[in-house]
Every structure is written in structure tokens, then in C-alpha cells.
């Protein structure tokens, strides 16, 4: 009777093994597939984003003439999807000091304002929230004249 009681619990803990092992295999198969659905999600707004990009650069030049509010609403609406989704623009402004983190040169205007400050930004950039970046902004710089060197 001892041995049958030894040999059953023998067996509860081989059970009880493989049953951890298999609830752990489980549990590490459910956090990759979700890791992997975030990893897809991320890599199809990336694409999404970098089809609408050109749409919101559009309508932001023609705010730029037109100054109408539909215009204006539309662009916000843009951007607040794109935030939804961790998604945002490179804020920069004129007379910025230039980053190549985030930035490409386009133009260089000789002005005498300084070295490589932002003299217009004709092309927004974008990154997700994290810091990655989708497209950088493209910018004119100025350098000093040759007057001023």
C-alpha cells in the first residue's frame, strides 16, 4: 500500500511539472503574440502615416493662402488621429538652432543671422512619441555672409 501511495504521488508531481511547464510555455506564447500584434499595429500606421503625411502638407499650404477655418479644422483633425495613434509632429520655428536628429537641410541662405538657425521650415517632420522618426523636418538654415565671416 506504501508503494502504490508513493507511486501516485510521484505521478501527482509529474503531473503537476508538466502542468507548470505547459501554463508557462502558455503564458510566454501569449506575451509574444501580443508583443508581435503591437509590433504590426505600429508598422501599419507607420505605413498609413507616411501615405498621409503629403495629404496634411497640402492642406497645410493651402491654409497658408486661403486661411479658411474648414481647412484649419481638418488639419487638427489630422493631427489628433495621428496623436491618437502615438504620432506627432517635430515642432520647429524660425530662427530654431538646427538639430540633424530631426532636421534635413535643404536650403542654405546666406543671411548673416548666424550659423545654421532655421530660416523657414518648408516641410514639417514627424516622429512617433517614443522619439522614432517617421520624416524628418526639411528646413532652410542660414550661415553667415561673407562679410560677416
Not at 6 to 34: C, G
Not at 82 to 110: C, H, N, W, Y
Request: glycine share 6%; charged share 40%.
Amino acid at each position: 500500500m506504501k508503494k502504490i501511495t508513493v507511486k501516485k504521488n510521484t505521478e501527482i508531481d509529474v503531473v503537476k511539472s508538466q502542468l507548470s511547464r505547459a501554463l508557462a510555455d502558455y503564458d510566454n506564447l501569449r506575451k509574444r503574440v501580443e508583443r508581435e500584434r503591437e509590433l504590426f499595429e505600429k508598422q501599419a500606421n507607420l505605413k498609413l502615416a507616411i501615405k498621409l503625411l503629403p495629404v496634411i502638407d497640402v492642406l497645410k499650404h493651402a491654409q497658408l493662402h486661403l486661411k479658411d477655418k474648414g481647412i484649419e479644422m481638418t488639419i487638427e483633425e489630422f493631427k489628433k488621429a495621428l496623436s491618437s495613434e502615438g504620432i506627432e509632429e517635430i515642432e520647429i520655428k524660425k530662427g530654431d538652432d538646427f538639430d540633424p536628429e530631426f532636421m534635413e537641410v535643404t536650403e542654405v541662405v546666406e543671411d548673416g543671422n548666424g550659423i545654421a538657425k532655421i530660416v523657414d521650415v518648408p516641410s514639417s517632420g514627424w516622429k512617433f512619441k517614443e522619439g522614432f522618426v517617421i520624416r524628418y523636418a526639411q528646413v532652410k538654415v542660414s550661415k553667415k555672409g561673407k562679410d560677416n565671416d
